[in-house]
Nanobody
Framework: QVQLVESGGGSVQAGGSLRLSCEAS????????LGWFRQPPGKAPEGVAG???????TYAPSVKGRFTVSRDNAKNTLYLQMNSLEPEDTAMYYC????????????????????WGQGTQVTVS
């Protein structure tokens, strides 16, 4: 079992930046693919960014060039650096971990993930 805890959300003006963190409870974090997802108000969840065990990354077209996903396996922590934030980025953001070997678009497919955090709210005005 992997427990995930997100932090770093908040309110920011358009054009600003936030850095989300996701800390895992399990030391085998390095063997999991990791992803960030979000659910805007009244909408379905969507993939934002994912990172494989070898460091390969995938981004949703709407955030590519603005968001950067990274992982620190020594700290069991996943990050999402969000720059040039837009009101459309307002959502609850979740991190997730997958035991599956994922690549390309599967890294941002919610159905591929086994473990989820409780979410952190990001509001851009």
């Amino acid at each position: 079992q992997v427990q995930l805890v997100e932090s770093g959300g908040g309110s920011v003006q358009a054009g600003g930046s936030l850095r989300l963190s996701c800390e895992a409870s399990r030391s085998m974090y390095s063997t999991y693919c990791l992803g960030w997802f979000r659910q805007p108000p009244g909408k379905a969840p969507e993939g934002v960014a994912g990172i494989a065990t070898d460091g390969d990354t995938t981004y949703a077209p709407s955030v590519k060039g603005r968001f950067t996903v990274s992982r620190d396996n020594a700290k069991n922590t996943l990050y999402l650096q969000m720059n040039s934030l837009e009101p459309e980025d307002t959502a609850m953001y979740y991190c997730a971990a997958s035991r599956n070997a994922l690549g390309s678009w599967l890294l941002i497919s919610p159905s591929q993930y086994n473990y989820w955090g409780q979410g952190t709210q990001v509001t851009v005005s």
